[in-house]
C-alpha cells in the first residue's frame, strides 16, 4: 500500500494562528470543557503539524488528531482510523465536532453535515471532470458538425 | 520535538501543569519505538506503508506519545520492526499497563 506523501509543502510548517482557531474554536464547546481535557500541538517526523484532542485525566490519551500534510488536512481517531480527509479545514472541524459529541448531534446537523460534505466532494471531484468534458464538447462539435 | 501546549483556564489547571503518569510513560514508549524504527532503518512513511496505513501520522501520533500502538497491529508493528511480537507486546505493557505488567511478571523489567 502506498503511503501517501504530498509533495506540496505550505510556506509555514506549524499551524497557523488562524488555523489553531479554526480547530479550537469548532471544538470547544463540544469537548474542550473540565476534567484535564486540553489540546497540544505536535510535529511529525517530516515536519507536518499535528493537532491533539486529549480525552479526560487521568490517561490523557489522544481523542482525536488533526494532521496537515501537503496542505490537506487528515483527522484519525486515537486508534489510528482514518475519519476524514480534505483540503477545507472548517469541514474538518465539522467532522471532528461530530466525532467528538456525536450522541448529542441532532439529526438536522448530521444531515447539514452531510450535505456539505456532498457538496465539497461534487465541487473538488466532479466539477472539474464536467469542465474537462465540456472543453472535449467544445473541440468536437466543429468536426461533427462538419461531418453532418 | 516542538510543542505547544494549552488547556482551557478551570481551577484544575494547577494539577494538569504536571505531566499525569499515564501520559509521560505513553512518551516513554513513542521514544522507544522511535529508537526501535531508526534501528531498523525505516522512516515513519516506510512504517506506514508496511502496515499499509493511508497516511504516516498515526505513527508519529504514537511516538509523539499521545496514543498507544493498538492492540490488533501490535503483531504487525513488531514484526516490521524487526522484534519478536511477544516481547515487544510486554515491553509495551510496561508502559501501556504498569499495573498489569506488575501482577503478570513482578518486578522485573
Redesign the interface.
Known sequence: ?????LKCKQATE?WSEQELQTI?AAL?AAW???????????????G?P?F?L?GP??????RL?V?R?GGRY?L?D???R?LF?HQNLPLVTLHAKAAVSSRRWPLAARVVLLWCTIRHTIHDKVEPLLVESEEVLVHLAPKLAAFA | MKRARNQEPDPEKARRTVVPEARRLRKQAGDWLKQRRADAGLSQIDLAARLGLKYYTFISQVENGFSRVPTEVMEAWAVELGLEPATFAKHLLLYYEPEMYRLLFGAEK
Open positions: 500500500m502506498n503511503v501517501v506523501v506549524t479550537v470547544s474542550l470543557s473540565g476534567n484535564g481535557r486540553g489540546w497540544e500541538t505536535g510535529m511529525t517526523e517530516r507536518d499535528q491533539y486529549l485525566l487521568p490517561q490523557q490519551a489522544c488528531c494532521s500534510v487528515i484519525e486515537g486508534a489510528g482514518l480527509e
